[in-house]
């Protein structure tokens, strides 16, 4: 029988060389709030290891990381893994359906028929829970250090992110970055228990955005 410390031993093995904005730490966060989201929801239809599976290998087709060769090997030697540890072909499917698609410049553009199935909702919540609050403000100074970005830089506009390719070209400021996406994303989760937990989270982040520009311009 598989068994989720399978996976976590796999993923803690593959996430020695991404920055710390999406390293092993941020996996656990994200994994916690899946936990948290199954808890509170009580539904009895989530199926529990495929989304706490999903949450732990969520970064694993991440783009900002790894070139189209990369990936497709990636996706090779992912599917041999979780056939070699007695996963499910329906599982295996799902599994994979979810991480490939969790990634935020995908959902820009989704189609009205993407399968949104409890289990991706769980997963696509928990990991933009970390995206919003005060853990998100230092991943995002974080990434903006590693790229040489600008903290921020008043005379470079806000862009509005319309697709994928939007996403991934981005090299604003880490400042516009809360404008393009951050402060966006309260209102994007699917669950409840999600939505709850967003809402704090984002209004501290907007705090932090005020006072910045207080700060910028006094």
Avoid at 6 to 33: G, K, L, Y
Avoid at 179 to 204: F, G, N, V
């Amino acid at each position: 029988m598989p068994s989720l410390q399978h996976i976590i031993n796999f993923v803690q093995a593959d996430m020695n060389e991404v920055c710390t904005a999406h390293d092993f730490a941020h996996i656990q966060r994200v994994v916690r709030n899946a936990e948290k989201i199954i808890a509170t929801e009580n539904n009895p239809n989530i199926n529990k290891f495929v989304a706490l599976a999903s949450a732990y290998l969520h970064e694993y087709f991440d783009e900002k990381f790894w070139n189209k060769d990369q990936l497709e090997t990636r996706a090779v030697a992912l599917d041999i893994f979780l056939a070699e540890i007695g996963i499910t072909p329906d599982d295996h499917e799902h599994i994979i359906h979810i991480i490939k698609h969790v990634w935020y410049g995908k959902s820009l553009t989704r189609s009205n028929d993407f399968p949104y199935t409890i289990e991706f909702q769980i997963v696509e919540d928990a990991d933009r829970l970390d995206a919003i609050g005060a853990i998100a403000i230092a991943r995002t100074f974080a990434y903006g250090g590693k790229k040489w970005r600008s903290i921020y830089d008043p005379n470079i506009p806000i862009k509005k992110i319309e697709n994928d390719e939007q996403y991934r070209d981005g090299n604003s400021p880490s400042l516009n970055h809360f404008w393009e996406k951050l402060l966006l994303l309260k209102d994007l989760m699917h669950t409840e228990t999600a939505k709850k937990i967003a809402q704090s989270r984002h209004d501290y982040m907007n705090n932090f955005v005020n006072q910045f520009l207080k700060e910028w311009n006094e």
